[in-house]
């Protein structure tokens, strides 16, 4: 396996940034009545090519990030993502799999053994039928909770996220089934209407579906090299947006193209709350009073 040379270790000007996402795919083995994403067994695997999620790597780490998430989609299901691992560890990053974890192959599981990378994973109910209800495809209970098994049993740290989603849904139960399981750190939310989850076709998000931590310590590159503050901020309305730097992330400014990313300092944006909901008034998006400071300039390690 080729690794790239380690970036030049520099001070980060990312400031407030603690970890990037990576949507790898957009295919998934599973359909989830609320996904987001729309991602599926046909969906798109993307444009980004291997050279540039690697390209993508080594620049997080020499701005100081500290974390790559990888995610879908599948990210399983992306064929050199043991290659994107072992390169994120190389660099220093803390790296972490957001699966549903319906199949692991056994050379993955060895690479998700290494110090510094951990899993994370849904869960909708303890009744079987009800999950697969959720996830659109039959078994797929019983293989996640059999993969969640045996990745505490290899010692693996994990999360979880559970989203309601039916009415009479088991979330309770479910999180219950998981700390019995020995998975701790646990969080619940509700579905966000966009994308299956939407009333009707939506290609504009609300902000009222946010969860209130837009742009707070992370952003998000889609299959397509677009960047983000969230894989969600990708529906917020940009004729909203009244400051430039978040006019240029939601327009789909690319990694690739423009060579630059996170064109806001994230943590700026909204302050996360204890609610499920965002607070208008904080949300760049609504309130034009509320001030973003200038862009950092991120370059792509060549």
């Given at each position: 396996?080729?690794?790239?040379?380690?970036?030049?270790?520099?001070?980060?000007?990312?400031?407030?940034?603690?970890?990037?996402?990576?949507?790898?795919?957009?295919?998934?083995?599973?359909?989830?009545?609320?996904?987001?994403?729309l991602?599926?067994p046909?969906?798109?695997?993307?444009?980004?090519?291997?050279?540039?999620?690697l390209?993508?790597?080594?620049?997080?780490?020499?701005?100081?990030?500290?974390?790559?998430?990888?995610?879908?989609?599948?990210?399983?299901?992306?064929?050199?993502?043991?290659?994107?691992?072992?390169?994120?560890?190389?660099?220093?990053?803390t790296v972490?799999?957001?699966?549903?974890?319906?199949?692991?192959?056994?050379?993955?599981?060895?690479?998700?053994?290494?110090?510094g990378?951990?899993?994370?994973?849904?869960?909708?109910?303890?009744?079987p039928?009800?999950?697969?209800?959720?996830?659109?495809?039959?078994?797929?209970y019983?293989?996640?909770?059999?993969?969640?098994?045996?990745?505490?049993?290899?010692?693996?740290?994990m999360?979880?996220?559970?989203?309601?989603?039916?009415?009479?849904?088991?979330?309770?139960?479910?999180?219950?089934?998981?700390?019995?399981l020995?998975?701790q750190q646990?969080?619940v939310d509700?579905?966000?209407?966009?994308?299956?989850?939407?009333?009707?076709?939506?290609?504009?998000?609300?902000?009222?579906?946010?969860c209130?931590?837009c742009?707070?310590?992370?952003?998000?590159?889609?299959?397509?090299?677009?960047?983000?503050?969230?894989i969600?901020s990708?529906f917020l309305?940009?004729?909203?947006?009244?400051?430039?730097?978040?006019?240029?992330?939601?327009?789909?400014r690319?990694w690739?193209?423009a060579r630059?990313?996170v064109p806001?300092?994230v943590?700026?944006?909204?302050?996360?709350?204890?609610?499920?909901?965002?607070d208008p008034?904080?949300t760049?998006?609504?309130?034009p009073?509320?001030?973003?400071?200038?862009?950092?300039a991120?370059?792509?390690?060549?």
């Amino acid at each position: 396996m080729s690794i790239p040379t380690l970036a030049e270790t520099r001070p980060s000007p990312a400031t407030g940034i603690l970890s990037v996402e990576c949507e790898l795919t957009a295919r998934c083995q599973l359909q989830c009545s609320h996904c987001c994403t729309l991602s599926g067994p046909k969906a798109s695997t993307g444009s980004m090519t291997h050279d540039d999620w690697l390209k993508v790597t080594r620049s997080i780490a020499g701005l100081g990030i500290p974390a790559i998430q990888f995610i879908g989609g599948e990210p399983t299901l992306y064929p050199r993502l043991i290659e994107l691992i072992e390169c994120s560890r190389w660099h220093g990053l803390t790296v972490e799999v957001y699966s549903n974890l319906a199949h692991i192959r056994g050379a993955l599981w060895e690479t998700l053994e290494q110090d510094g990378v951990r899993l994370a994973t849904s869960y909708y109910s303890d009744d079987p039928a009800q999950h697969d209800e959720i996830t659109g495809v039959s078994g797929s209970y019983d293989r996640t909770r059999a993969n969640i098994v045996e990745a505490l049993r290899r010692g693996i740290p994990m999360r979880a996220g559970i989203v309601r989603v039916l009415e009479g849904q088991r979330a309770e139960e479910a999180e219950a089934e998981l700390r019995q399981l020995g998975v701790q750190q646990i969080q619940v939310d509700r579905a966000r209407k966009v994308g299956r989850a939407a009333d009707q076709a939506v290609s504009i998000l609300s902000v009222s579906e946010l969860c209130g931590h837009c742009f707070h310590q992370r952003v998000a590159i889609s299959p397509d090299g677009e960047v983000y503050g969230c894989i969600l901020s990708r529906f917020l309305p940009t004729g909203n947006v009244k400051t430039e730097p978040l006019d240029a992330i939601l327009a789909g400014r690319r990694w690739r193209e423009a060579r630059t990313a996170v064109p806001v300092r994230v943590g700026q944006g909204c302050t996360p709350d204890d609610s499920d909901d965002c607070d208008p008034s904080k949300t760049p998006a609504c309130n034009p009073a509320y001030d973003l400071a200038p862009p950092p300039a991120l370059g792509v390690s060549e």
